[in-house]
């Protein structure tokens, strides 16, 4: 259902305000399932109160995670230069009537700019497509789960098996860190660059959609598979649901390369979107693009 049209300010305010306090429709289903098929004990409780958690967190309409992230957006369709500082107000604003933790700060100093804003703040992505409307979509991400991200430069001849060892690495190495149980973006292909931005990508694919190529849904399957038997179990502290799914991305790449990032998601791995037409706003938390 749209609403009422809204200046693009608001409509940034509005979506991180529902990424933050409401965890998006998959993402819960699979929690609530991960919780239905644990058996330890220590499991069991972590779960339990991460659900909990995520119901007070929409009740009260205070964010689910004191990290709040550093948003990442994502804008196709119809837009001028003027949404990049729509954008940057929203954020602002949002920062302080939510209110957002101010994450952003100087690299060296380490002082804070107190907004989540700040050189290169926001982060924001051009994505193409011809569609008739404006699509903004944020991605919050937070340093727990951002800090494990990783990429190789994999030899060719590595192939699927390389592919798949260096993303279970990547995911067990991290351990308890990002908050599991965890969200697994993957990207292959591109340039080192474009592969890192693909696994972040798949951060916004849903859990229920079904990847279009079998060769990498079949991949998806067996990664997500052997992460849950590898007993690494939610907050790291054992059990079976280490991740909640498995997400993957590709590119063409250079015949003598072979790129794989990893970027992973916590159990909050918190979206949201909105189309602005020229007669209203439609929001939603099932993210595709």
């Not at 809204?6 to 409401?22: G, H, I, K, Q, S």
């Not at 990442?72 to 949002?94: C, L, M, N, P, T």
């Not at 727990?144 to 030899?155: I, P, Q, Y």
């Not at 909105?274 to 439609?282: K, L, Q, T, Y």
Request: aromatic share 4%; with cysteine.
């Amino acid at each position: 259902m749209k609403r009422l049209p809204e200046p693009p300010e608001d409509v940034v305010v509005n979506l991180l305000r529902l990424a933050n306090t409401r965890i998006p429709d998959d993402i819960g289903w699979a929690l609530e399932a991960a919780a239905g098929w644990e058996t330890g004990e220590i499991a069991r409780i972590q779960l339990g109160a991460v659900l909990e958690n995520i119901k007070k967190a929409e009740h009260l309409g205070v964010p689910m995670c004191q990290d709040t992230g550093i948003p990442v957006f994502y804008v196709r369709g119809k837009f001028d230069s003027s949404i990049v500082s729509a954008i940057a107000a929203g954020v602002e604003k949002a920062t302080r009537i939510i209110p957002l933790r101010p994450n952003t700060v100087d690299p060296i100093t380490r002082e804070n700019y107190g907004s989540n804003l700040g050189p290169g703040m926001p982060v924001i992505h051009f994505v193409p497509g011809d569609v008739p409307y404006t699509e903004i979509t944020v991605l919050p991400k937070g340093a727990g789960s951002e800090n494990m991200t990783r990429l190789a430069m994999l030899n060719p001849a590595d192939g699927v098996e390389g592919i798949k060892k260096f993303v279970q690495g990547a995911v067990l190495d991290a351990g308890g860190r990002p908050c599991p149980p965890s969200v697994v973006g993957v990207g292959i292909g591109g340039t080192s660059d474009r592969c890192a931005a693909m696994a972040k990508e798949a951060l916004l694919i849903p859990l229920d959609c079904d990847n279009p190529d079998p060769v990498l849904g079949k991949m998806e399957e067996e990664l997500f598979s052997a992460l849950n038997s590898s007993g690494l179990g939610p907050m790291g502290l054992g059990g079976s649901s280490t991740v909640l799914g498995v997400r993957i991305k590709k590119e063409a790449c250079h015949t003598a390369s072979l790129p794989v990032a990893v970027n992973i998601g916590c159990w909050a791995t918190r979206r949201a979107s909105a189309r602005i037409w020229d007669d209203g706003v439609e929001y939603s938390q099932g993210a595709v693009f």
